[in-house]
C-alpha cells in the first residue's frame, strides 16, 4: 500500500513537468484564440448572473434553467456590442 | 496640333476599333476560358466552410442568424432549456426542429450566394494563373554576358533577352529589338501584337506573354508577384477585395437595423410576460399560457431573424463580387471595387476624339485643287505623295485618287520618305521629283524652302475642310502646291444614342482634340458631346480633370500614353489600354485588355447597375418586413385577443413563423441571379429610375412576401 | 359634431396660416438680417454678451455639442440647488420644504432636457420661487437650446458654418420666445389666467360658509404662454392646462393649442429659407401634417363614437367625457391630446389616461414617431435627418452614391443618422419599459392592469424618451425607481440624438457639393416625399408594433369583445 503510494507521487512528480508545459502551452493558445478565453470569462460571469435570475423568478425557474437563461442573457448582451463594433468600425468586417 | 499626325503612322495596334461601342455582351470576346464545370459543387462546399465563426463574424447579419440557430438546437435538444414550454413537449420540439434547419439553411444560402460569386472569379484567376509557370530567363549582365536564371529571381531594373518562341518572364519595357508577340494568354485575342522599343504604346510587355518573332530585350519592370498578371489573379480571386465605401454605410445600417430588432425582441418576453400574467387572472391560465408559449425562445429567435434584414445581407457581398466580376468579363480589370462604384458617381467624361469618338482611321473624301489645277492632277500627286505609306489614310488616298484615274508608275529609284514628328510630313522621291503631303503649316514651308508661292486659295481650301470636320492635308510637288486632301473623321456608329442616354443620365461628356476649334466643333456636333476642347495638349487633360473636380465632380478618363499617367492618376477612374505604357497602366485604376477607349461609357453603367442593384435589394428587404410583422405579431400574441389583426389568416401560429421563415430563406436563393447578374439598367433620368426601381422593389417589397407567406401558409401541413 | 369638426380645422388653418410668417421671421434672425425688433433688441444683446463675456466665435459640430452639454450641466446644478434650498428662499408663500432628492433630480433634468415630465404637484411641491426662477427658467433656455440646435443643424445641411452656441441660445430667447411670450402673457391675463405672487385665496365654501377653502393661484399667466410656445408643458398646478387657472377658457385654449405646434411647423419653413427651396420646404412639411390630420381623425372618432360598454349602459352613443372637461368637449380635448403629444410640449387639457384606445394608440405613436412636428427643434431635425435616411436607402436605386443637398451621404453620415434616429428611441424605452414589466408589483405601480396598464408604462418611458413629458397619468410615478429611470430616459432620449445631430451637420457642411444634374435623386419631389413618408412609417414605428398591439390595440379588441 505504501509502495504503491510512494510510487504514485514519484509518478506524479514525473508526470507534473509535461502537465506544466501543457498548461503553458493551452496559455499561449488561449492568448491567441479569444473565442475560448471570451466563453470561459462569459461562464466565469455568469456565476454571478444565474443566482440573480434564479432569485428574482422567483419558483418560476428551475436551476438550470437560471443559469441558461443568465447565460442567454449574456449572449444577447455580447451580441449588442458586436452590433456596436460593426456600426463604428465597419471597415473590419 | 502635333498629335494630329501621330495617329497616321501608329502601326494601328488597337485592332478593335471598328467594334461599335457598346455592342452585345456576347460579341465579346472572354479572356478567362474559364472552368466553370464544378462550380456549384465547389460553391456548396465553400458554403459549409464559410460557417467557421472567423469567417461568418465578418457578416453581422448572417453570424446574428447563425448563432440563433445554435441556441435553437439547444432548444430542439431540450425543449425545457430556458423555462418550462407550455405547449406538449413534443410538439414544441419538432417545431423548434424546423426552425433550427430553416434558420441553418438560410445562413447556407447566404453563403452559397457569396460562394457562387466569390468561385466565378476564382475559374478565372485559376484560368489565368495556368499561364504562368517558372520558367528559365535570360538575364543579361552588365558586362553582356547571358545568365540562365529562374524567373522568380528577376528584380526590377534587371535586363532579359527574349528570343522567339520564349514566354517573356516578367512585365517590363522593350529597349531594344522588335518582334510580335501572341498576348492571348490575357486579351483573349489570337493576333499577334507588334512590340518595338521607342514608340509609346507598342514597348510594354506583360510577363507570361510568348514572343512570336525575333528577339527583344526587356527591361524588367516589377518585381516577382508584383506583375500584371499576378495583381489581375489577386483581383478577380477577390484576395484583396475590401468594402467599399457605399457597402460599409450599407453595413452600417444593416448593423443598426439588427441591433434595433434584437432590442425589440429581447424586450417582448418582459412586456408579453406581464400581459400573460394578467390574462392569467382576467381569463384564466389557459390564455396566459398560450401567450407564453407564442413567445418562447426558438420563436423570439424566429422573429428576430424574419425581422432583421437578411435578405440584403446574406447578399450584400455576392452583388460587390459579381460587380468586379461583371468589369471583368467586359475585358476590363479594375484594381478595386472603389473604382467600380466610381464609375457610377461619374458626372463627366473626358475622351479623346481620335480612337474614342471616331475612328482611328480618317480616310480621304475628297480632292480641293488650288492654283489652278484640275481635279485629275491633284490626284496624281497624291498617289505619288501615298503610294510609300501604309497607314490607312495613305492606303485611302491611294484608293481615292486609284478611283479618279490617276496612275503613278514605280520604278527601282522611287524612295518613300517616312513621316515624322518634326517634318510632320511625308512623301515620295522619284527622278528629283518631290511629291509630298502633310500638315498645311509644314508644306508651306517646305514650299517656300523650295522658293515657292503659297496660293491664297490654299487657306480658303484649308477652312473649307475644317468647317465640315476634316482633317485638311496639303500636297505639293516640288514647290508647287497642288491642292488640299479631305480627310474626314467617321464618328464611331451608335455613339451619338449613347452620349444622349448619358446626358439623360446626368453625365457630361467632354472631347479632347488636337485638331484646330472649327473643325473640333464640327466634330463635337455631329457625335453629340456636350463640351469639346481644341488643340489640346496633354496638359490640357489634366486641367480639365482639375477645373471639373474642382467643381464637385467625379471625372472618368482613357489613356495610353506615358504623358497621360497624370491625368489617369488625377481622375477619379482612369481606363489605361492594355496597349498602353506600363506608366498609364499603373497609374489607372482599370486596365481595358481590348484597348478599346469606348468601353468608358459601359463602365459607367456596370457602375450604376452595381449600385442600384444593392439599393434595390436593400428596399426590398426593408419592406419586407411589414408582411412578416403582420403574419408574426398577431398570431404569436393571439391570446390577447387581436387576432383580427391576422389579415392573412395565417392557420397558426407554428405555421405563420415557419411560413415567414421559409420564404425569408428561399428568397435568398430566388434572389441570388439577380444579384449576380445586376437589376436591368436604363438609361434614365434619376428621377424615372426611381419611380420604377420603386414600383418594383418598394411596393414589390412590401406585397410580395404578403403572397409567398400565405401561399407557403396553405401549403404546408402544419396546424 | 360638426361644431367640434370646425373647431379642429380652424385651429389647424390658422396653426398652417402662420407657419410662412412665423417661419420667415425665425430665418431672418438667425441669417443675422434685420428685424423689426432690432433697434430695441440690438443693445440688450450687446449688454448681454457683454456681461457674459460671449464671443461670437463659429463653432464646430463638437465645440457646438459641448458648449450645449456644459451650459445644459451648469443650469441643472443651479435648479437642483434652488429646489433643495428652497425652503429657505423667498416667495414661498405656503412654506414649502425641499421635495426628495430623487423627485428633484428628475424634475431638474426633466426640465433642463425640455421635458417637463411632472411627478409631483406643482401646487403643492414647489415654491413660486422655484416654479419661476427655476421652473420658468428653463422654460426658455431649454426651448432655446432646442431652437439653436435645430439652426445649427439647418446650418450644417445647407453648407454652412454652424454658428455659435451661446449666440444662438441668447437670440432665440429675446427674438423669438421672450417677445411672443410677453404678447402672450398679456393676452393669458387678460382672458382670465392669474399673474400674483399672493399665496392661495382662502375662501367661505358656499355650500357652507363656516367651512373655508384654499385656491392655488400665483404667477401663472407667463409661465402658461412660455409652457406652450416653447414645448416645454409643464404645468403650474398639478392637472395643467385643465385648471381653470392655467386654461380657463376656449380663448386661451385656442392660443395655447397654436403656441404649442407653431415653433417646430415654422422651422421647417425656416429651413425652406436657409436651402433656398421652399418646395421641398413645404413638401417635407406636408407628411407630418398629413400625419397629424389622420391621428386627429382616428382620436376624435374614438372619443366621440365613446365608450361601447358605457353607451350600452346608456342606451344610446355619447362622447367619452370621462375625465375631461366639459368646456373643452370631446373635439378640443382631442384636439389637444394629438397636438401636444406630437408637438413633445407634453401640456395636456385632459387626463390621456381617459382616452380610448384610439387617442392611446394616436398618442403613442406621436411620442414614437417623434416628427409629426416634433419638438422644439429637435423635431425638424428629425425629421431631417429622416430625409436623409430615405435618401440613402432609395437613393441607391438611382444608381449613384446617394446625395442630400449636393452631399454624399457616406458612412459618418449613416451612423450617426441611422443611430439617432433609430436606435437611441428603442433603447431608451423598451429597455427600461421591459425592466419595469418584469416586476410589475415591485417596481411599476400600475393603477389599471392588463393592456392598459402596459400602455402606461411605455407611455411614460416614451413620454421621456421624446422629451414630450405629458403623463398617461395613473401610474404611481413618484417613486425612487421611476425618478431614477425616466431620468435615464430623458438624459439619452435629449443629449445622444443632439450630439449626433450636431456631428452630423458638421460633417455635412465640410462636404464638397456636388452639382446638380438629371443623374441626381431630385428629394424635392411629391414622390420622394411619399418614400420618406413610407421609410418614417417602417423604420420609425414598426419598431414598437410589438408594443403597440399589446397595449392600445389589444386594449381596443377587449373593449370590443367586452373581456377582461
Keep these: 500500500m505504501k509502495f504503491n503510494l510512494l510510487n504514485r507521487s514519484r509518478l506524479l512528480l514525473q508526470s507534473a513537468t509535461p502537465v506544466l508545459e501543457t498548461i503553458a502551452e493551452l496559455w499561449t493558445a488561449w492568448s491567441r484564440q479569444k473565442l475560448p478565453l471570451y466563453l470561459f470569462l462569459a461562464l466565469c460571469f455568469n456565476l454571478i448572473v444565474a443566482p440573480v435570475v434564479y432569485a428574482a423568478s422567483g419558483n418560476e425557474f428551475s436551476h438550470i434553467q437560471a443559469w441558461a437563461l443568465g447565460l442567454l442573457g449574456l449572449a444577447t448582451l455580447a451580441i449588442s456590442i458586436y452590433l456596436f463594433f460593426v456600426m463604428f468600425i465597419p471597415e473590419k468586417f | ?719 | ?564
Excluded at chain 2, 675 to 700: C, H, K, S
Design chain 3, 1 to 564: 359634431m360638426l361644431q367640434g369638426w370646425i373647431q379642429i380645422a380652424l385651429t389647424l388653418l390658422i396653426l398652417v396660416a402662420i407657419t410662412p410668417f412665423f417661419g420667415r421671421y425665425i430665418a431672418r434672425v438667425f441669417m443675422r438680417q434685420r428685424t423689426i425688433l432690432d433697434s430695441v433688441l440690438n443693445p440688450l444683446d450687446k449688454a448681454i454678451f457683454a456681461l457674459s463675456g460671449v464671443r461670437a466665435k463659429e463653432m464646430t459640430g463638437w465645440q457646438y455639442a459641448r458648449a450645449v452639454l456644459y451650459s445644459n450641466l451648469a443650469m441643472l446644478v443651479f435648479i437642483y440647488l434652488i429646489f433643495m434650498l428652497q425652503g429657505s428662499l423667498p416667495f414661498s408663500p405656503t412654506g414649502l420644504n425641499a421635495p426628495s432628492w430623487d423627485l428633484a433630480l428628475h424634475t431638474a433634468i426633466s426640465f433642463v432636457t425640455n421635458t417637463n415630465q411632472q411627478h409631483y404637484s406643482g401646487e403643492t411641491t414647489y415654491s413660486y420661487f422655484s416654479q419661476f426662477a427655476a421652473l420658468g427658467f428653463m422654460m426658455f433656455t431649454s426651448a432655446g437650446t432646442g431652437i439653436a440646435v435645430a439652426i445649427a443643424f439647418i446650418r450644417g445641411l445647407t453648407g454652412r458654418p454652424l454658428g455659435n452656441f451661446y449666440v444662438d441660445l441668447i437670440q432665440s430667447i429675446t427674438r423669438i420666445l421672450l417677445p411672443i411670450s410677453l404678447v402672450g402673457a398679456i393676452l393669458l391675463i387678460a382672458a382670465g389666467i392669474p399673474e400674483t405672487l399672493a399665496g392661495p385665496a382662502i375662501v367661505p365654501t358656499l355650500e357652507n360658509p363656516e367651512i373655508s377653502q384654499a385656491i392655488a393661484r400665483g404667477p401663472v399667466a407667463h409661465f402658461e404662454i412660455i409652457k406652450e410656445l416653447g414645448e416645454n408643458g409643464g404645468g403650474f398646478f398639478g392637472i395643467n392646462s385643465a385648471h381653470p387657472f392655467e386654461n380657463p377658457n376656449g380663448f386661451t385654449n385656442l392660443i395655447e393649442l397654436v403656441a404649442l405646434l407653431s415653433v417646430p411647423t415654422s422651422l421647417i419653413v425656416t429651413y425652406g429659407i436657409f436651402a433656398n427651396n421652399l418646395k421641398q420646404a413645404w413638401l417635407v412639411y406636408s407628411i407630418p401634417l398629413a400625419i397629424l390630420i389622420g391621428f386627429i381623425v382616428i382620436t376624435t372618432i374614438g372619443e366621440y363614437q365613446g365608450n361601447p360598454a358605457v353607451n350600452a349602459l346608456l342606451g344610446g352613443q355619447a362622447p367619452n367625457l370621462e375625465g375631461k372637461e366639459v368646456r373643452f368637449g370631446w373635439a378640443q380635448s382631442a384636439l389637444f391630446a394629438v397636438f401636444t403629444t406630437a408637438s413633445m410640449c407634453g401640456a395636456v387639457n385632459s387626463m390621456h389616461d381617459s382616452f380610448m384606445p384610439n387617442g392611446d394608440f394616436v398618442t403613442l405613436s406621436n411620442l414614437f414617431l417623434q416628427i409629426v412636428f416634433g419638438g422644439q427643434g429637435t423635431g425638424t431635425a428629425y425629421l431631417f435627418t429622416y430625409l436623409i435616411l430615405a435618401v440613402f436607402v432609395t437613393g441607391l436605386m438611382v444608381g449613384r452614391t446617394p446625395e442630400f443637398l449636393g452631399r454624399k451621404i457616406e458612412k459618418r453620415e449613416v451612423v450617426l443618422a441611422s443611430f439617432l434616429i433609430l436606435l437611441v428611441h428603442p433603447i431608451a424605452i423598451l429597455i427600461p419599459a421591459a425592466i419595469t414589466l418584469a416586476f410589475p408589483e415591485q417596481l411599476a405601480g400600475i393603477s389599471n392592469p392588463g393592456f392598459h396598464g402596459l400602455s402606461q408604462v411605455i407611455y411614460e418611458y416614451a413620454s421621456a424618451a421624446a422629451n414630450n413629458g405629458s403623463g398617461f397619468e395613473g401610474l404611481g410615478d413618484g417613486t425612487l425607481w421611476w425618478n431614477l429611470s425616466t431620468s435615464f430616459s430623458l438624459l439619452a432620449g435629449r443629449y445622444i440624438p443632439i450630439v449626433a445631430l450636431l456631428l452630423l451637420a458638421d460633417g455635412m457642411s465640410r462636404k464638397q457639393p456636388v452639382p446638380a444634374t438629371a443623374g441626381t435623386l431630385r428629394t424635392d419631389t411629391a414622390l420622394f416625399t411619399g418614400i420618406t413618408a413610407g421609410v418614417i412609417l417602417i423604420l420609425g414605428a414598426l419598431t414598437f408594433f410589438p408594443a403597440l398591439a399589446l397595449g392600445p390595440v389589444a386594449e381596443a379588441f377587449q373593449i370590443v369583445k367586452g373581456i377582461g
Design chain 2, 1 to 719: 496640333m502635333n498629335t494630329r499626325f501621330s495617329t497616321s503612322i501608329s502601326t494601328s495596334t488597337s485592332t478593335h476599333a471598328s467594334r461599335s461601342p457598346g455592342g452585345r455582351r456576347d460579341d465579346r470576346k472572354h479572356i478567362p476560358k474559364a472552368d466553370r464545370k464544378g462550380l456549384y459543387q465547389r460553391a456548396i462546399r465553400a458554403s459549409f466552410t464559410k460557417l467557421n465563426p472567423r469567417v461568418a463574424v465578418r457578416n453581422p447579419v448572417m453570424f446574428v442568424v447563425w448563432l440563433g440557430t445554435i441556441v435553437t438546437l439547444l432548444v430542439t435538444l431540450n425543449p425545457n432549456l430556458f423555462g418550462t414550454v407550455q405547449a406538449e413537449i413534443g410538439k414544441q420540439r419538432l417545431l423548434n426542429g424546423i426552425i433550427t434547419c430553416i434558420l441553418f439553411f438560410t445562413v447556407l444560402f447566404a453563403n452559397f450566394a457569396e460562394a457562387v460569386a466569390e468561385g466565378r472569379g476564382k475559374a478565372q484567376a485559376d484560368a489565368l494563373r495556368s499561364t504562368r509557370s517558372d520558367m528559365v530567363a535570360r538575364q543579361l549582365l552588365p558586362d553582356g554576358r547571358i545568365q540562365e536564371i529562374n524567373s522568380t529571381e528577376l528584380r526590377r531594373g534587371d535586363q532579359v533577352k527574349v528570343i522567339v518562341g520564349d514566354m517573356i518572364p516578367a512585365d517590363g519595357e522593350v529597349i531594344q529589338g522588335i518582334g510580335s508577340v501572341d498576348e492571348s494568354a490575357i486579351t483573349g485575342e489570337s493576333a499577334p501584337v507588334l512590340k518595338q522599343t521607342g514608340t509609346d504604346i507598342a514597348s510594354s510587355v506583360t510577363g507570361g506573354t510568348r514572343l512570336l518573332s525575333d528577339e527583344l530585350i526587356v527591361r524588367i519592370t516589377a518585381d516577382p508577384g508584383q506583375g500584371f498578371i499576378d495583381r489581375m489573379i489577386a483581383l478577380v480571386e477577390g484576395a484583396e477585395r475590401t468594402k467599399t465605401p457605399n457597402e460599409i454605410a450599407l453595413t452600417v445600417l444593416l448593423a443598426v437595423l439588427t441591433q434595433v430588432f434584437l432590442i425589440v425582441v429581447a424586450t417582448t418576453p418582459a412586456i408579453s410576460g406581464y400581459i400573460a400574467g394578467f390574462l392569467d387572472h382576467a381569463v384564466g391560465a389557459a390564455a396566459g399560457n398560450s401567450l407564453r408559449a407564442g413567445t418562447s425562445i426558438a420563436i423570439l429567435i424566429s422573429l428576430l431573424v424574419a425581422l432583421i434584414p437578411t435578405t440584403i445581407g446574406g447578399l450584400l457581398s455576392a452583388i460587390g463580387i459579381a460587380g468586379m466580376d461583371r468589369v471583368a468579363q467586359f475585358n476590363v480589370i479594375a484594381t478595386s471595387g472603389r473604382a467600380v462604384e466610381a464609375c457610377g458617381d461619374v458626372n463627366t467624361l473626358v475622351l479623346d476624339k481620335t480612337g474614342t469618338i471616331t475612328l482611328g482611321n480618317r480616310l480621304a473624301d475628297e480632292f480641293i485643287p488650288v492654283n489652278g489645277h484640275s481635279v485629275q492632277e491633284v490626284a496624281h500627286v497624291c498617289l505619288a505623295a501615298s503610294v510609300f505609306d501604309e497607314t490607312p489614310e495613305g492606303r485611302s488616298i491611294v484608293q481615292l485618287a486609284q478611283k479618279l484615274g490617276a496612275k503613278f508608275d514605280l520604278d527601282e529609284s522611287a524612295e518613300g520618305i517616312e513621316f515624322s514628328a518634326r517634318t510632320r510630313m511625308s512623301g515620295t522621291d522619284l527622278n528629283g521629283q518631290e511629291f509630298r503631303k502633310g500638315a498645311v503649316d509644314a508644306i508651306k514651308g517646305f514650299v517656300r524652302s523650295r522658293g515657292g508661292q503659297v496660293p491664297t486659295t490654299l487657306d480658303e481650301a484649308y477652312e473649307q475642310v475644317s468647317r465640315m470636320g476634316g482633317t485638311p492635308l496639303a500636297v505639293c510637288q516640288g514647290n508647287e502646291i497642288y491642292g488640299v486632301i479631305y480627310l474626314k473623321d467617321i464618328v464611331k456608329p451608335g455613339l451619338r444614342e449613347r452620349f444622349d442616354q448619358l446626358r439623360r443620365m446626368g453625365v457630361k461628356t467632354i472631347m479632347l482634340t488636337g485638331d484646330n476649334r472649327i473643325t473640333a466643333s464640327v466634330i463635337a456636333k455631329e457625335a453629340g458631346v456636350d463640351d469639346f476642347i481644341a488643340e489640346a495638349t496633354p496638359e490640357d487633360k489634366i486641367d480639365v480633370i482639375r477645373s471639373e473636380q474642382a467643381q464637385g465632380k467625379l471625372v472618368a478618363m482613357t489613356g495610353d500614353g506615358t504623358n497621360d499617367a497624370p491625368a489617369l492618376a488625377q481622375a477619379n477612374v482612369g481606363l489605361a489600354m492594355n496597349s498602353g505604357t506600363q506608366a498609364a497602366k499603373e497609374a489607372a485604376n482599370m486596365v481595358d485588355l481590348d484597348s478599346d477607349p469606348t468601353k468608358l461609357i459601359d463602365l459607367v453603367t456596370i457602375g450604376k447597375q452595381l449600385l442600384i442593384t444593392r439599393g434595390a435589394l436593400t428596399t426590398f428587404s426593408v419592406a419586407n418586413d411589414i408582411a412578416k410583422y403582420f403574419a408574426i405579431i398577431p398570431t404569436i400574441f393571439a391570446a390577447a385577443g387581436i387576432g383580427a389583426l391576422n389579415i392573412m389568416e395565417l392557420k397558426s401560429a407554428q405555421s405563420a413563423i415557419v411560413s415567414a421563415l421559409i420564404y425569408n430563406a428561399l428568397i435568398i436563393p430566388v434572389l441570388i441571379p439577380l444579384a449576380l447578374r445586376g437589376v436591368q439598367f436604363r438609361p434614365l433620368t434619376a428621377d424615372q429610375l426611381l419611380q420604377r426601381n420603386i414600383l418594383i422593389y418598394g411596393l414589390g417589397g412590401i406585397i410580395a412576401p404578403f403572397i409567398a407567406i400565405k401561399a407557403i401558409d396553405l401549403v404546408l401541413p402544419l396546424s
